[in-house]
C-alpha cells in the first residue's frame, strides 16, 4: 500500500526546510511498513526529535502524512510515556523504582535528585537541562539500582552519584554511561534513533556485564544446556519436569473433565461469572 503525498498545503507552522526534512524522513518511515499507519510511532519519536516534544505542529504533520485525524494521533501519543506533550529538557533523567531498584534504594535516589533539581516527576529544571521522572523496570535489575540519561544505563547508583551525575549534566560535561554507547546524546538525537534512524554508537562501550553472564558462566561450568523444545529432554543433572509441551499428552490442553465446574456453570454463580 502507498501513502498518499503531503498535500502542498499544511496545518503545520514549520518552515519550509524542516517541513521538508520531515516528509523525507518521515515517507522512509512509512516504506518499512504494508500500512503506512503503522510508522506512527516512530513518527511520534521523529517529530519529537525536531520540537523536543510532541508538539501542535508534530500531530498536526503525522495526520497529514498518515491520512488520519489529529484526534487519532494525540491518542497515542498521551498513552506512551516516552511521547513528551510538553517541551522536555535537554536530558530525560530516569530513575527507576519499581519493585527491586526500590528496595535497593530507588526511591532515596529519586527524593534526593527532587530536592536537589527542584523538581518532580515529569518536570524541568528552570534552565532546560534536566526533566526527572520516575521509570518503570529497565531490565537492569542485576545492577539496581539504575538511574538512565536519555535510556543510557548508570548502574548501582547511590544518591551522592546520582546528583554528581546530574550535575555533570547541568554543567555540559561529559559522562559515560555504564553500558552501551560510551556517552550520552541529548533527548532530540535519542528520540530520532527510537524513529529508526541509527546513529551506529549502540556498540561502543561495554554490552553485558559480569553480573548479567552470570548465570550463563555458572551453566557452562557445569555443562547445563537448554530443554530441547522437539522432544522436551531436560539438561544432564537437573531433575525431571512434571510440565509437559502444550498439546502433548500430559498437558493441561489435553486434561479431561474432572469436576462438573470443569463442564458446566456453578448453581451459586451466574453465566460467565468466574468463582470468588
Known sequence: MTAEPLETTTKTRYDADTLAALTADATA?????????????????????????????????????????????????????????????????????????????????????????GVGHDETTPDGAITLERVECNAACDYAPVVMVNWEFFD????????ALADKLILGEDVVPTRGAASVCSFKQMSRVLAGFPDGRADEGVGAGEP??????????????????????????????????????????????????????????????DAK
Open 29 to 117: 518511515i512509512m516504506e518499512r511498513y504494508p500500512d503506512p499507519r503503522s510508522g506512527l510511532l516512530p513518527m511520534l519519536h521523529l517529530v519529537q526529535s525536531v520540537d523536543g516534544y510532541v508538539s501542535r505542529d508534530g500531530i498536526l504533520f503525522c495526520a497529514e502524512m498518515l491520512g488520519i485525524t489529529a484526534a487519532e494521533v494525540s491518542a497515542v501519543a498521551t498513552f506512551y510515556t516516552q511521547y513528551k506533550r510538553h517541551p522536555n529538557g535537554t536530558y530525560t533523567v530516569g530513575v527507576c523504582t519499581n519493585t527491586l531498584c526500590a528496595v535497593m534504594g530507588g526511591d532515596a535516589i529519586f527524593d534526593e535528585l527532587s530536592d536537589h533539581l
Open 156 to 163: 548501582n547508583q547511590t544518591p551522592e552519584t546520582a546528583t
Open 212 to 273: 548479567t553472564l552470570a548465570g550463563l558462566k555458572i551453566a557452562r561450568e557445569r555443562g547445563w544446556t537448554a530443554p530441547d523444545a522437539d522432544t522436551g529432554s531436560e539438561p544432564e543433572g537437573t531433575a525431571p519436569s512434571s510440565t509437559q509441551p502444550v498439546g502433548k499428552p500430559g498437558s493441561s490442553a489435553e486434561r479431561k473433565p474432572a469436576t462438573p465446574s470443569d463442564t458446566e456453570v456453578g448453581k451459586d454463580k451466574k453465566p460467565g461469572e
